[in-house]
């Protein structure tokens, strides 16, 4: 399995960053990547991404959500993947509003097969990017939620 991991802080308070992270079907708006999040009754979200023209899907669930410090993941079918976003409040006196620190850890696998063998090398530097940018694209939500 490879594993990503992410520390960021953000100009923001834990709960905002929560806010955010918790709406998954939002995450289509914070990667070029991910095409579309469908919210499914039973509360599993599919996902549909497009990596470098290699397409994929996957269904997920959340696994434990504990407001506004914790929140994780993993799929019951398609490109296999977990993971969770630690979110902690952080003292900072120069900063008005509040910062906050988030870990955002990923582990993804991708099964055998020869269209994953040969997408490998794109997928992981794609998620590598995604991460990246999801992460700059949550900040811009929380300026633009602020202004």
């Known amino acids: 399995?490879?594993?990503?991991?992410?520390?960021?802080?953000?100009?923001?308070?834990a709960e905002e960053v929560f806010s955010i992270v918790?709406?998954?079907?939002?995450?289509?708006?914070?990667s070029v990547f991910v095409e579309d999040i469908i919210k499914h009754p039973d509360g599993t979200y599919e996902w549909k991404a497009d990596f470098f023209g290699f397409k994929t899907t996957w269904k997920a669930r959340i696994t434990r959500s504990e407001r506004p410090n914790y929140f994780e993941w993993e799929t019951i079918s398609g490109l296999h993947n977990k993971g969770s976003y630690h979110i902690e409040d952080i003292k900072s006196d120069d900063i008005e509003g509040g910062r906050a620190r988030v870990t955002f850890d990923m582990e993804y696998d991708l099964k055998g097969g020869l269209l994953e063998t040969l997408a490998a090398p794109m997928i992981n530097k794609a998620m590598d990017i995604v991460s990246k940018e999801v992460m700059e694209n949550i900040a811009e939500e929380i300026r633009l939620r602020r202004s």
Request: no cysteine; hydrophobic share 45%; net charge negative.
């Open 1 to 13: 399995m490879a594993l990503i991991e992410k520390i960021v802080e953000f100009d923001a308070t």
């Open 22 to 30: 918790e709406h998954v079907e939002g995450f289509s708006n914070y």
